[in-house]
């Protein structure tokens, strides 16, 4: 087991360093506006601090541009979040269905949590736009 989390951050590492994952934006405004092109959510995992997507899409011709958007907490307790997979397809006229994972880092939402409720541990409800259940991140 320790070996498989080894292997995971050295291929999260790798994968940070060509640039294929990014940081989940908290931003109220552009949880609204994020553009929502159809995708299918195949599969989320919450991976320690990273979010891990499986998604499929219609296009290949024309870059595809995802961002993780999350809404500001919402005071319940546990708090909550609201997040979308933001995707934006350029209008790819192409119909080849794309299977791709996709990797955010969620640390953004921990340190956001612990300024605004001066707590070091908490847990966060994240309700995913398009996923059935909530995922709780502890930390």
């Known amino acids: 087991m320790?070996?498989?989390?080894?292997?995971m951050i050295v291929i999260i590492m790798f994968i940070g360093c060509i640039g294929i994952f990014k940081d989940i934006i908290i931003d109220d405004s552009l949880y609204q506006t994020a553009p929502r092109d159809p995708l299918t959510l195949n599969?989320?995992?919450l991976q320690r601090d990273f979010l891990v997507f499986n998604v499929s899409y219609?296009?290949?011709c024309e870059e595809h541009i995802f961002q993780l958007v999350s809404?500001?907490?919402?005071?319940?307790?546990?708090?909550?979040?609201?997040i979308v997979l933001s995707h934006e397809d350029n209008d790819d006229p192409c119909d080849m269905w794309v299977t791709e994972t996709?990797?955010?880092n969620i640390l953004p939402l921990q340190n956001s949590y612990q300024n605004s409720y001066n707590e070091e541990s908490?847990?966060?409800v994240m309700n995913i736009e398009g996923w059935n259940e909530s995922i709780n991140y502890d930390f």
Request: charged share 15%; net charge neutral; aromatic share 14%.
């Open 71 to 82: 809404s500001s907490f919402m005071e319940s307790y546990p708090v909550q979040v609201n």
């Open 102 to 104: 996709l990797i955010f």
């Open 122 to 124: 908490g847990t966060i």
């Open 43 to 45: 599969d989320v995992k």
């Open 58 to 60: 219609g296009g290949g």
């Open 2 to 7: 320790k070996i498989m989390f080894v292997i």
